[in-house]
């Protein structure tokens, strides 16, 4: 196993730097353009949640320029256009850019929108159709594996798919599907196989259907996330065969994969995140005068922001363990459950504590302290609910049978 070190490598410092400069260059001055419209739900959104055009024109300039810069999809290899860069690296890389706010420089690293690995399971015609201008930022994608009545229990998915000649027809729907109101195409599993015959896990396939194959249903509006989930209705959706990602009846399996991935990041948001915000409320607490002297010196104040600082510590340093692992192909079923859960619950209470701080004005909606409570919220359901990854700790214990 190759060894770590918590300094940062040359090349890793050289890729933050870069991003310094491409976010200054770039994504600020877009930013100062929007105005309102990236701060203020209400005017960066039509009355169905939906992002306005204005917003979404914006986002897409900058992940197609970072993709040009060659940051937006750097840790897929590069057999298909991508850096190459080590899961260490695309963690502290995720975590930096996280660490300003969520602004669009958020947009600037493939989310969930953009290529992860497991469209590497992708052959060599669905290379070149989807996965390359995912990379380029041409194209955007979804993971539709959520539906309206199955969340975290997604072996027992409702959708399914049957096979007729060359072709699979596909019913059902999905819900909270982010990027779903403006993907390109989306990686959609479906039931191939019943559960009697292939086992619980098993009997689940993945197909790439494009947007106009689908109808898109209500948007599922969640505060700090208006207007990037919706409903996808499958309604006798006939796909060909050669759409087909991966194996048939092992896509489980796949996207179990995609999860792992998906919490290490979602992790690295939330520990930067924390460190923005906890950077916020200390410099409030040593300006803000109150009883004749700064609120940081009064230790309730203070208490909040030094548990806040020991817990985002703990964190960052679990993340870098946990893509130090991904690295070494370690099995780390354990170890993103346990940083997913850990580093959402002190982004959570980091959250909360910076509105705390900063009293009424942390309530105010022209600043940004209750969208990020309310996204630090989500964080703690999507990509597992806290109840699943303290689950998964305790099976992957021999705990709960």
Not at 109 to 115: V, Y
Request: net charge negative; proline share 4%.
């Amino acid at each position: 196993m190759v060894g770590t070190s918590f300094e940062t490598s040359s090349e890793t410092d050289m890729i933050l730097e870069s991003l310094d400069d491409f976010i200054e260059r770039e994504v600020e001055p877009l930013e100062e353009g929007l105005g309102e419209a990236l701060t203020n739900p209400r005017r960066g959104h039509e009355p169905n949640g939906r992002v306005t055009d204005e917003l979404l024109n914006a986002i897409e300039t900058v992940r197609k320029k970072s993709a040009e810069s060659g940051f937006y999809a750097m840790n897929m290899p590069e057999e298909v256009g991508g850096g190459g860069v080590s899961t260490v690296t695309w963690y502290r890389s995720i975590k930096h850019v996280f660490s300003k706010g969520r602004g669009l420089n958020k947009y600037v690293l493939a989310g969930p929108e953009g290529p992860k690995p497991l469209l590497l399971l992708a052959d060599a015609r669905q290379r070149e159709m989807y996965v390359r201008p995912l990379v380029r930022g041409e194209k955007t994608t979804a993971f539709a594996q959520t539906e309206p009545s199955v969340g975290s229990d997604s072996p027992n998915m409702k959708m399914a798919a049957e096979r007729d000649g060359d072709e699979w027809v596909l019913n059902g729907t999905k819900q909270w599907i982010t990027n779903g109101p403006y993907a390109d195409f989306a990686q959609v599993f479906a039931r191939t196989t019943p559960q009697e015959e292939a086992g619980r896990y098993g009997g689940i396939t993945c197909f790439i259907v494009e947007s106009d194959e689908w109808e898109r249903g209500s948007f599922n509006n969640v505060p700090g996330q208006v207007g990037w989930q919706s409903e996808l209705r499958f309604d006798d959706v006939r796909i060909p065969d050669d759409r087909v990602l991966g194996e048939v009846d092992n896509g489980f399996y796949a996207a179990m994969d995609f999860l792992s991935l998906g919490r290490l990041e979602l992790g690295a948001q939330a520990v930067g995140l924390s460190d923005h915000l906890l950077a916020l409320a200390t410099e409030y607490a040593r300006d803000r005068e109150a009883f004749g002297q700064p609120i940081g010196n009064f230790q309730q104040v203070s208490s909040m922001i030094a548990r806040g600082r020991a817990k985002q510590y703990a964190a960052e340093t679990a993340g870098l363990r946990c893509a130090w692992l991904m690295d070494n192909d370690e099995d780390v079923v354990e170890d993103t459950s346990i940083f997913n859960w850990f580093a959402t619950q002190s982004f959570w209470e980091v959250a909360d504590a910076a509105v705390q701080v900063h009293g009424g004005s942390g309530l105010a909606e022209e600043n940004p302290f209750m969208d990020h409570l309310h996204y630090a919220r989500m964080l703690r359901i999507v990509e597992g609910t806290d109840e699943l990854q303290l689950n998964t700790i305790a099976k992957q214990n021999g705990l709960l049978g």
